[in-house]
């Protein structure tokens, strides 16, 4: 099973990114897919969470309306857009795979991360 997530940098607030998590090793488009955040010093956030038709999303209350997750099965990648980006926005963000109430509780099913920093 291999996570891989890319896209993340540096922007100023209000700007955009688009992250995106390229999955091998297991049945992607069987599989409930979230992203999961940690900023330094705190414990993972939930972000958002895609069901596997992706009809179906979840999205915390701190990046709803701001962020859309979206997903391509036949390419085996989850995207996360992330639009009017603040700077408590920033953490490493994290691809997991599974159901959304274990998104936060077994790193086991994330990848390796990709920081986002918001700062003017």
């Known amino acids: 099973v291999q996570l891989v997530e890319s896209g993340g940098g540096m922007v100023q607030p209000g700007g955009s990114l688009r992250l995106s998590c390229a999955a091998s090793g297991f049945t992607f488009s069987n599989t409930d897919m979230n992203w999961v955040r940690q900023a330094p010093g705190k414990g993972p956030e939930w972000v958002s969470s895609i069901y596997t038709g992706g009809d179906t999303t979840a999205y915390a209350d701190s990046v709803k309306g701001r962020f859309t997750i979206s997903r391509d099965n036949a390419k085996n990648t989850l995207y996360l857009q992330m639009n009017s980006l603040k700077p408590e926005d920033t953490a490493l963000y994290y691809c997991?795979?599974?159901?959304?109430?274990?998104?936060?509780?077994?790193?086991?099913?994330w990848g390796q991360g990709t920081q986002v920093t918001v700062s003017s």
């Open positions: 997991a795979r599974g159901p959304q109430w274990a998104a936060t509780k077994f790193r086991g099913n």
